[in-house]
């Protein structure tokens, strides 16, 4: 997610690694009022700029692809653990992913819902029976036990567990052996990774549902900007990426630090932000010229689920894709594709094996009409496999 030289990049690693692990543990017009801060200083937008494989981050379209360990490499360990983090940097990823939630105490950790009665043995700890309760998140009531009714020192008292144990039954055997991480220790994870290798591991955590979480008193912006400044890791070269599916807390987060950031884009609906605004503008609005154009001018990456990029007709399988990768770029945007996992009830139609939802199918030959579209990088719960993909349609 960089535009440095690979020539710069063990020295960045060293750099990198010394300052992690020295420190110490919207509104309708949000669009229009971001202010740029000098994003771009000395980059100029659009194709052309010096990429390394594997470090999205400056606009424009990056010379190689990047493969994104979704949660960790998630197809094979119980994601958002330490040991899912280990194992996609072993695979090859360039980037793993943390979603962000935050504790009773005000600490960041990585758990792909704030409600974690599926990814924990939460629900085996009596100790915490009367802490099940149901809240509404983002317009929905959900019921479960929550990350902002715990202390850190409470949640590290539970273990996660396989998340799709139906779909994924080989991740179980790892459930109750591993810990809900920081953001800082999977950070401190990156940086000792990059030491090792001698290749720059980024991180690109998404905070999720900030609106929800400010309207408790428990904003994500401020411990995750203080613990960014804390390691020196605010800067516009930082191998840190921040995402949202929220276009407001980014507006923000654009006037306070210098990271890249990325938009996620769903298929449907909107930001819950503008729900709230009652800004009736869509996710489908953002991508279209007039909404790339604005959004450029303080993210960097739009994120986009695959069917924004590549549609499917009625029974499953692509269509042509869209025109949204050549728009981005052309506003000097990367772009990046979710979700790519290899069994068959994820895949198009196209790259499914034989009927059954749950066992693999061609997931490079998916990932590789992907990459061939034009997108910069992508997100994947198997990374081997994606790597695979990414490595082969470089060398042709």
Do not use: C
């Not at 979603?99 to 009596?126: C, F, K, Q, S, Y």
């Not at 479960?144 to 273990?159: S, V, Y």
């Not at 401020?222 to 921040?242: A, C, E, K, M, Y």
């Amino acid at each position: 997610m960089k535009t440095l030289r690979q020539t710069v990049l063990v020295g960045v690693a060293a750099l990198l690694t010394g300052a992690m692990l020295a420190a110490t543990a919207p509104t309708a017009s949000a669009l229009e009022t971001a202010r740029d801060h000098g994003r771009d200083s000395g980059h100029p937008k659009g194709h052309g700029k010096d990429h390394d494989r594997g470090h999205p981050k400056g606009k424009g379209h990056a010379s190689e692809p990047y493969v994104i360990a979704h949660r960790g490499a998630s197809g094979y360990r119980p994601e958002h653990t330490l040991a899912a983090y280990r194992l996609a940097i072993r695979q090859g990823a360039d980037v793993i992913e943390p979603d962000l939630v935050i504790t009773r105490d005000g600490v960041l950790v990585a758990r792909h819902e704030n409600e974690i009665g599926g990814t924990t043995d939460v629900a085996d700890h009596p100790e915490f029976a009367d802490r099940r309760t149901t809240k509404t998140i983002d317009g929905r009531a959900i019921s479960g036990w929550f990350t902002e009714d715990f202390t850190l020192a409470e949640l590290k008292t539970l273990r996660a567990k396989e998340r799709l144990p139906q779909v994924r039954p080989a991740n179980t055997v790892y459930d109750g052996r591993y810990e809900v991480p920081t953001l800082a220790e999977v950070i401190d994870l990156a940086a000792r990774a990059s030491r090792r290798t001698g290749r720059t591991i980024e991180v690109v955590p998404e905070t999720k549902h900030p609106t929800y979480f400010a309207s408790i008193g428990l904003d994500l912006s401020d411990p995750l900007v203080r613990l960014l400044r804390q390691r020196n890791l605010d800067g516009r070269r930082s191998p840190v990426t921040i995402q949202s599916f929220e276009v407001g807390n980014l507006a923000d987060l654009s006037r306070r630090v210098r990271n890249p950031l990325a938009l996620n884009v769903s298929a449907s609906g909107q930001p819950y932000d503008y729900t709230v605004a009652g800004n009736p503008t869509t996710y489908a609005d953002l991508v279209k010229p007039a909404g790339l154009k604005k959004l450029s001018r303080f993210i960097d990456i739009v994120s986009a689920e695959k069917n924004v990029l590549i549609p499917r007709d009625a029974n499953g399988y692509l269509t042509e894709p869209t025109d949204v990768i050549d728009d981005a770029h052309r506003f000097g945007l990367e772009v990046v594709s979710w979700t790519f996992r290899a069994e068959n009830q994820f895949l198009a139609a196209d790259f499914r094996i034989g009927t059954d939802p749950n066992a693999i199918g061609d997931l490079e030959g998916e990932v590789t009409t992907f990459l061939r579209a034009g997108i910069d990088g992508l997100f994947s719960d198997h990374p081997d496999i994606a790597v695979a993909a990414r490595d082969s349609v470089v060398a042709r």
